[in-house]
C-alpha cells in the first residue's frame, strides 16, 4: 500500500459487528493464532497469515506493535511457489525413463505413471523458494474501516477470507452504492438512492 | 447480501459520479462540501470511458492532455460514462494525486502530499505511518464529501435534477464547440 513511503492502492472496506469489551486483548489474542507461518522448508504451496507491517520477517508484534490506537496495522503476507508445468513434465519424463530401464521394458501402469508425477512434483516443491508478496493492511477501529493495500482481486478474497476468520467480522466491500448508502443514512435521500436508475447523457445528442 | 450482484446493479452510481468529478474539473474547478471547505479537482492525464450500464460498447482510453481529451469527449457524446480517470484534488491546501475507478471507487497510484522525513527509531516510523494514514484519510473524506455533494443532487429527483440537466448541457455544449 506505501504506508512508510511511496504511492499507494487501496481497497477499503466497511466493517460492521459487535467486538468484545475487552477489544485490544482479542485482537492480540486473534492476531497471534493468525500469524505467518513460514513454509521455506516444506512442499507446502502456500501460506498466509499477519507479519508486522514494517517487517515482514517479524512475526513476534513486540509490544503489539501493530497498535497505533485507534488503528491496527499489519502486513498480510502471501508465500507462494510454484512450478512451472513443463518443469513438471521434464523431469516426469526423466523419472519415467528411469523406471522403465530399472524394469528392462516392462511398462509402468497409469497408477505408477501418477505417483511418479507427484514425486517430482514435490520434489520441485521442496527445491522451489516460495515468492512472498505483502500488502499493508490498516484498521481504523474506531470508524469501522479497513484499508487493504492492494486492488488485485485475488489478494482481496485472500484477505476478506483471513480477516473474517481472525476477527470474526465481515469486511464489506465499500463499493459506490453501499458507500452512499452509509453516506446518506436513513434520512429522504435514502430510498431515492434505492430506486435510483442508471441514467444517459446520449440524449444531449438529439 | 451478495456484494457482487450489488456491485454490477448499481456500478452505474460510480460512473456517474466520476463522470460529474470530470465536469467539475472543466466547468467549476472547486466544489464546496457540506461542512463549508473547498475541494480543487483537477483532471489527471487519464481517462477510461466506457458504456453506460446495461448497454453494450467499447471502452475509449485516453492518455495525455488536450488533443486526446477530444476523443473522450466525442465518447461522452456517444453515451459513454467515466469508467476511470487521473484526479488531482486540493484539499486543506494539500495536494493528492488519485486514479479513481468507477466500479468499486478504488484508489490507485495515490500520491500524498510530502511528509517530514521520519528516521530510522521506531517512534519516528510510527509517527511517519501515523502521518501518513491521517493524509490517507483527509483524501478519502474529501471523495466522501464529494460524493456526498454529487448524491445530494443526483438524487434531487429521478432524473437526475439540476446536476444531470448540467451534465448534458455540458456535454452538449462541447459537440456545438467542436
Known sequence: ?206 | MDVLALMNEKVFLGQEFLTWLWYVSEEMGSVQLADGRLVDVLLGERLVLGPVQGQEGTRVTVKGRETSLAEARQALRRGKLVESLRLGLMIDGEEYWLTLEAAELGLKALKLPPTAPGGGAPEGLEGLVLERISLVDAALRGLEGLLMVFLTQRLADEKGGELWAALKAWAAGRQVEE
Open chain 1, 1 to 206: 500500500m506505501g504506508l512508510i513511503k511511496g504511492s499507494l492502492s487501496l481497497s477499503r472496506y466497511a466493517v460492521k459487528g459487535d467486538t468484545p469489551p475487552d477489544f485490544w486483548d482479542f485482537v492480540d489474542r486473534r492476531i497471534r493464532a493468525n500469524l505467518f507461518m513460514d513454509i521455506e522448508d516444506s512442499t507446502e504451496e502456500q501460506a498466509v497469515g499477519w507479519v508486522s507491517a514494517h517487517d515482514y520477517f517479524d512475526v513476534s508484534f513486540a509490544y503489539a506493535s501493530y497498535a497505533l490506537d485507534p488503528y491496527v496495522v499489519l502486513g498480510l503476507r502471501w508465500d507462494r511457489r510454484r512450478v512451472p508445468a513443463g518443469l513438471i513434465k521434464k523431469y516426469h519424463t526423466l523419472e519415467v525413463k528411469k523406471a522403465l530401464a530399472a524394469r528392462e521394458g516392462r511398462g509402468l501402469s497409469r497408477a505408477d505413471r501418477e505417483e511418479l508425477k507427484e514425486k517430482v512434483r514435490l520434489d520441485l516443491l521442496r527445491r522451489t523458494p516460495p515468492a512472498t508478496q505483502v500488502f499493508e493492511v490498516c484498521w481504523d477501529t474506531q470508524r469501522g474501516e479497513v484499508w487493504l493495500g492492494s486492488a488485485g482481486r485475488a489478494v482481496r478474497d485472500l484477505f476478506e477470507d483471513i480477516f473474517r476468520r481472525t476477527f470474526d467480522l465481515q469486511p464489506w466491500p465499500r463499493i459506490p452504492y453501499l458507500l452512499a448508502g452509509d453516506l446518506l443514512g436513513a434520512g429522504l435521500l435514502s430510498p431515492r438512492l434505492e430506486a435510483a436508475r442508471p441514467l444517459s447523457l446520449y440524449e444531449a445528442e438529439a
